[in-house]
């Protein structure tokens, strides 16, 4: 079982800005322990997104942006289009599990 | 450019172990920077951190798994591997090698094989 939790789903229309909720504790995101995040298109293999909360590596969009306050994070998707149609998850370190990386339950991003 | 090649069986009888290697191109696995680890994804499902190794041999380990995991390294071969026993048809998943920075901070996933499915079936 995940200890972070996100929406099952999220959608938005073409050019809309969509967003994507973390939610954590104490142990981990409220512990101050940075956020990651990961994009998974249809049949492929996660990709990284998003690194130490706000930062995108090379080649990542700048309509894709993320946050972190107390116990969440989000990541943020604006000008939507339908190549972001994936499923999105955050990662992040858990200090009550000993070595555990831990990731959240997923969204899944549909455009309308 | 490193890429990473997860390979082994892609079905595996319940009660048996299940075994897969990850070969690493384009860096070395004795970089001091960087752990080599294991994600799963059940079909449909979420991911699932196994666990990762760092090319001394010193393992991190889910502690829901731990007791059936094993993760070792083979620098010779530029290969780190992922041993589960007993597996169960609970233990079907696409199974993901990776390399994870070293730190607890700086502790994500990049980059990733592209997975194997392995199934746990008689």
């Known amino acids: 079982q995940s200890v972070l939790t996100q929406p099952p789903s999220v959608s938005g229309a073409p050019g809309q800005r969509v967003t994507i909720s973390c939610t954590g504790s104490?142990?981990?995101?409220?512990?101050?322990?940075?956020v990651h995040w990961y994009q998974q298109l249809p049949g492929t293999a996660p990709k990284l997104l998003m690194y130490?909360?706000?930062n995108r590596p090379s080649g990542v969009p700048d309509r894709f942006s993320g946050s972190k306050s107390g116990t969440s994070a989000s990541l943020a998707i604006t000008g939507l289009q339908a190549e972001d149609e994936a499923d999105y998850y955050c990662q992040s370190y858990d200090s009550s599990l000993s070595g555990s990386n831990v990731f959240g339950t997923g969204t899944k991003v549909t455009v309308l | 450019q490193l890429q990473l090649q997860e390979s082994g069986p892609g079905l595996v009888k319940p009660s048996e172990t299940l075994s897969l290697t990850c070969t690493v191109s384009g860096d070395s696995i004795s970089s001091t920077s960087y752990y080599w680890g294991w994600i799963r994804q059940p079909p449909g499902k979420g991911l699932e951190w196994i666990g990762h190794v760092y090319y001394s041999g010193n393992t991190y380990y889910n502690p829901s798994l731990k007791s059936r995991v094993t993760i070792s390294v083979d620098t010779s071969k530029n290969q780190f591997s992922l041993k589960l026993s007993s597996v169960t048809a609970a233990d079907t998943a696409v199974y993901y090698c990776?390399?994870?920075?070293?730190?607890?901070?700086?502790?994500?996933?990049?980059?990733w094989g592209q997975g194997t499915l392995v199934t746990v079936s008689s």
């Open positions: 990776a390399r994870r920075l070293l730190g607890v901070v700086i502790n994500w996933f990049d980059p």
């Open positions: 130490g909360n706000t």
């Open positions: 104490s142990s981990n995101i409220g512990a101050g322990y940075d």
